[in-house]
């Protein structure tokens, strides 16, 4: 199983909304990963979670709090966000952060800030 | 710091002609490469996982290779099927300190006419 699962697919909210988009991996990854991809461009690196620790933040705005509750579980919280926020949110996961390790990816959800 | 480029940035094939996607990248300090395929709207599959010290990847009609000296890479396509519409993006992890996070190109958006 290289599954990531992501929830929910789609998600349209308000700019004074508090929302939350989960992702989920059985594969005993220990490094999981947010991104954002705006359309018709290459993901880019929000956040890093190694053994449930936050490893990396790429500078992303506090209105982005990213949670890793256990090892399979990764949350990215949202809160007050503006339409330029819209995007598609990838998850991905990898066995560590390690030199070697293959990354896999979640299909995505899909948010559109009104 | 590490550019990851892509070309061409869109290619339009007859069914069954086979073809090369490239990708270049600036620094040959990597660990490895990996290639996807992406969907519209959709996440990230992984294709091929070329490590550093491997030359090419094959899997069914796919065939990546690797130069690392030179900063390039190829995914050759045989025998094309509309199918394989999608986006291909190649990223890089690169050997630095800055936790080798993957580093992607602009893709190639690839449409195969029946």
């Known amino acids: 199983d290289t599954e990531v699962t992501q929830t929910p697919k789609h998600l349209v909210m308000g700019m004074t909304n508090k929302k939350s988009l989960k992702c989920e991996q059985h594969?005993?990854?220990?490094?999981m990963y947010w991104y954002k991809q705006k359309a018709k461009k290459p993901p880019e690196l929000m956040f890093v979670?190694?053994?449930?620790?936050?490893?990396i933040n790429e500078s992303v705005p506090s209105r982005f709090s990213p949670e890793c509750p256990n090892s399979s579980l990764l949350n990215l919280h949202l809160h007050a966000l503006q339409p330029e926020d819209s995007a598609l949110y990838l998850c991905?996961?990898?066995?560590?952060?390690?030199?070697?390790?293959?990354?896999?990816f979640g299909q995505g959800t899909r948010l559109t800030v009104v | 710091k590490q550019e990851v480029t892509q070309i061409p940035a869109a290619l339009s094939v007859p069914e069954g002609e086979n073809l090369v996607l490239n990708c270049s990248f600036t620094?040959?300090?990597?660990?490895?490469l990996q290639w996807f395929r992406q969907d519209p709207g959709k996440g990230l599959t992984s294709l091929l996982l070329?490590?550093?010290?491997?030359r090419e990847q094959t899997s069914g009609r796919l065939n990546a290779s690797l130069d690392k000296s030179s900063g390039r890479s190829t995914l050759y396509i045989a025998a094309s099927q509309p199918g394989d519409s999608a986006t291909y993006l190649c990223a890089v992890r690169p050997n630095n300190n800055a936790g080798n996070m993957l580093t992607f190109g602009g893709g190639t958006r690839l449409m195969v006419k029946p």
């Open positions: 991905a996961s990898s066995q560590d952060v390690g030199r070697w390790t293959e990354a896999f």
């Open positions: 979670y190694s053994y449930e620790k936050l490893s």
């Open positions: 620094d040959s300090a990597i660990y490895n």
């Open positions: 070329i490590q550093s010290s491997q």
């Open positions: 594969m005993g990854h220990r490094a």
